[in-house]
């Protein structure tokens, strides 16, 4: 009579674990990110689950964030490769305290010098200005990187530059005319998108000549609603003519749509042209030469700011 020998062969089980990490404005990056000893940063707190899920098997992680205000110099990315693409990754406040993501950084009122320099007083306007001007050097506190204006609209996506806040109330980047309101957009060469060449649209912008002369020599950008007046946009101006206030810029989706006064004169206009006219416009964007109310500001390419404050 045979005999048969059975084997079992039990597979040890791994059994996988939640990681939680806590992490405080006042903690430690070398911490053992513990309640009692947290981390510091949400940076720290990444390249600790990274460590962990390369030694443990691990199907969740939280990290929890102590309340206070955390300051990030640049962007926290979980990129891919670095965690399993399963990991669950939760990231809350500690027992709904308030916690506040940073981006910018804070200076004081010592970091203000008032201008005294007359070729800057000079290019302001000539009607008069609310305040006083004031600069501040950012390169000096460390700022070297304050984003750039870029093309922005639908469609036009991409990260734009930084913000100024006083006393935590945003300022504005200085604008003409003041406000929300826009000035009515000329004649139009070439529409952009309709021509096929998506890249440039020429028209005519009108504006008083004397404050187009002031612009003459600056880096312009327009604002404005340039189509169908369903959604602001900012474009690049790449070539700039003063005297008749003719004016190629970056091409925003759908081109460039003439206003009211502009549109009399045409017979055969093509299709969407005559539609919310009166919503169209346009207003220049982002120059020194129209600061003239308080909480307005400007910043140069040598990182040099400049903001009207009350006297």
Not at 174 to 186: H, T, V
């Amino acid at each position: 009579m045979r005999k048969l020998v059975f084997f079992l062969l039990a597979a040890a089980s791994l059994c996988a674990e939640e990681v939680v990490l806590y992490v405080s404005p006042d903690g430690a990056d070398n911490a053992p990110a513990t309640k009692n000893q947290p981390l510091a940063s949400l940076e720290g707190a990444k390249k600790r689950l990274t460590k962990i899920a390369k030694n443990k098997n691990i199907d969740g992680a939280k990290i929890i964030l102590r309340g206070g205000t955390y300051f990030f110099p640049k962007g926290v990315v979980f990129k891919k490769g670095e965690l399993p693409s399963d990991l669950k990754i939760e990231i809350t406040a500690q027992d709904s305290q308030k916690v506040v993501f940073h981006g910018g950084k804070i200076f004081g009122k010592s970091a203000f010098k008032k201008v005294d320099d007359k070729k800057i007083l000079s290019r302001l306007p000539p009607e008069g200005v609310e305040g006083t001007l004031f600069e501040v050097d950012l390169k000096k506190l460390g700022i070297t990187d304050v984003g750039k204006i870029v093309q922005r609209g639908f469609w036009f996506t991409k990260v734009t530059q930084g913000e100024l806040f006083i006393n935590r109330d945003p300022a504005k980047i200085a604008r003409y005319p003041n406000g929300d309101s826009f000035l009515e957009i000329g004649e139009v060469y070439q529409n952009g998108w309709y021509n096929g060449n998506r890249d440039v649209s020429k028209f005519k912008i009108l504006c008083d000549s004397s404050r187009l002369n002031r612009w003459a020599n600056t880096e312009l950008y327009l604002d404005g609603r340039f189509n169908y007046g369903t959604y602001d946009a900012v474009i690049k101006v790449f070539k700039f003519d003063p005297k008749t206030g003719y004016v190629e810029t970056q091409c925003p989706l759908f081109g460039i749509f003439p206003g009211a006064q502009a549109m009399k004169k045409i017979k055969d206009a093509p299709w969407g042209w005559t539609i919310s006219q009166y919503a169209r416009g346009w207003a220049a964007y982002n120059i020194l030469e129209e600061i003239d109310a308080n909480f307005e500001y400007f910043i140069d390419n040598n990182l040099k700011l400049y903001v009207m404050l009350e006297s």
